[in-house]
């Protein structure tokens, strides 16, 4: 059932940028989460625990909030950890969450998996303390923040490109060097000219060569 749990507030001293960490814990287990809970509440920054025991329950969650953090327990009695970390990744409002795969034993495989799945740490309950979580949860939310930043610089350096060949096509004289280019190659297929017929129609392999016969008739728009 989904469970709200506020935990102790203590000083965010390594993530500056959050007053408070919006955290989800899936895992089946009552005393699991229990155990997660109190070592939570000896991390290093101030957390809002939410606690699901189901992937459906993670749904609910996920729809409902917006989590900083998201740790899954990989085995679960319906489905497994790759496939609610996979739920999680498919919601838009939390893809980009921090995430921990967290398991209860130490199979290199299942990390791997994990990791290339979309996780940013990884965790056996068998090793689990206070500062190994703490840690965990730091880089999780760290790794995390990075990728959005490097995504939203490549989708701002995209835009500027685009608008520079927007720009540029835009000058007569570019359109004029893109024509000439654009035929000299064209004309290199002539040789080919019955492989070309056999994907576009005659008529307007014809018209494509005439248009570019005259600089003055080719338009860009």
Avoid: W
Avoid at 25 to 54: C, H, P, W, Y
């Amino acid at each position: 059932m989904f469970q709200s749990v506020p935990l102790e507030n203590t000083t965010l001293t390594d993530f500056p940028h959050a007053t408070s960490v919006r955290a989800l814990l899936l895992d089946d287990s009552n005393f699991d989460r229990a155990r997660i809970r109190r070592l939570s509440q000896k991390a290093d920054m101030a957390i809002d625990l939410d606690e699901v025991g189901t992937i459906a329950e993670l749904d609910s969650a996920v729809k409902e909030n917006k989590y900083d953090l998201i740790m899954i327990d990989y085995r679960l009695p319906v489905g497994d950890g790759m496939e609610a970390l996979q739920h999680v990744l498919d919601d838009p409002r939390n893809a980009s969450a921090g995430k921990i795969m967290i398991t209860g034993d130490a199979a290199v495989d299942t990390a791997v998996r994990a990791m290339r799945g979309g996780c940013h740490d990884f965790l056996t309950k068998e090793d689990m303390d206070a500062p190994a979580l703490n840690q965990a949860m730091l880089n999780a939310m760290t790794l995390a923040r990075q990728r959005q930043m490097q995504e939203l610089q490549s989708a701002h350096q995209r835009e500027i490109i685009r608008e520079g060949l927007v720009a540029a096509l835009s000058d007569a004289e570019v359109q004029g060097n893109v024509v000439s280019l654009v035929r000299q190659q064209l004309l290199k297929t002539l040789p080919d000219r019955p492989r070309l017929m056999n994907v576009m129609d005659p008529g307007d392999v014809d018209m494509l060569l005439a248009g570019f016969s005259d600089e003055d008739e080719f338009i860009f728009h």
